[in-house]
């Protein structure tokens, strides 16, 4: 059990029973993008793990992006090669020109975007409003519960049709083999 509370939220009884719940998954060619507030790197921190933990990969710019790079550069390619992007919705977020960005470029990218709320009385930016959010503030384990059970299922998905891809190619090479052309 863990509680929510502003600033923070218990998280390490959760995160135990989690990672002994993924044994033998497998979604590496998934990957997440974390939007978020570097105050709010405790509730990062506990998503991070808790996808990780299904080899999902997940980028977190405080821990993915190396010293030196551009920054903002680097951020673009990662959401533009994430196949879902998280926001953590925090008044820390919110006050964040990084984050704002972030949310900028994976809409005008048609990203699928989850918002996680982290606090009551918080709107989401005029230009993701009309998207279903979860409230983490009212029952975060049920938030963070849905949310890794979506993105695992995402990540099925897309393992399911990337096999049916190559599975098509083979197909169409064996033919092509078969048929002497």
Known sequence: MFHYHPGGIELNSLLKIEQNKNK??????YSVFISYSTKDLDIVN??????ESYTIKVYVAEYTAPPGVDLTNHIKNSITNCNLFILLWSAHSKQSEWVTQEIAFANANNKTIIPVVLEPNLDLPVFIKN????????????????????????ADKKSKIDALVILGLCAALLYLIGSGK
């Open 24 to 29: 033998g998954n497998n979604c590496m060619n």
């Open 46 to 51: 506990y998503v991070k793990s808790l996808l």
């Open 131 to 154: 998207l279903k959010y979860l409230e983490a503030y009212t029952n975060p384990q049920q938030a963070f519960d849905y949310l890794r059970r979506y993105v695992i299922q995402a």
